[in-house]
Nanobody
């Protein structure tokens, strides 16, 4: 059993900051790429940022320069630092990770339960 547990959502002010965390728990052999997605009401889920185990991160154009994704491999945790928040950042944010549960098993895709981020004055 593998779980992704998110925290850090809530209400942020325009121009303000919030930090999201997502920790992976359970039977984990290794974690590959990790990322954050978001879904606003009436819209499709979209990529916010993704970070591989090595190499460069990638960001949606709408958040590049404002959001920073990072990871702590020792803690199986990925973070999303969100600065210069805008009302259009309001959405449910979902953590995603590619996880191998054993050395012989393939990577499988896992999702967190989602955390609400609302940007409003």
């Amino acid at each position: 059993q593998v779980q992704l547990v998110e925290s850090g959502g809530g209400l942020g002010q325009p121009g303000g900051s919030l930090r999201l965390s997502c920790a992976a728990y359970g039977s984990i052999f290794s974690i590959g790429s990790m990322g954050w997605y978001r879904q606003a009401p009436g819209k499709q889920r979209e990529l916010v940022a993704r970070i591989p185990t090595g190499g460069t991160t990638n960001y949606a154009d709408s958040v590049r320069g404002r959001f920073t994704i990072s990871r702590d491999n020792a803690k199986n945790t990925v973070y999303l630092q969100m600065n210069s928040l805008k009302p259009e950042d309001t959405a449910v944010y979902y953590c995603n990770a590619e996880i191998r549960r054993a050395s012989w098993s393939p990577f499988q895709n896992y999702w967190g339960q989602g955390t609400q981020v609302t940007v409003s004055s």
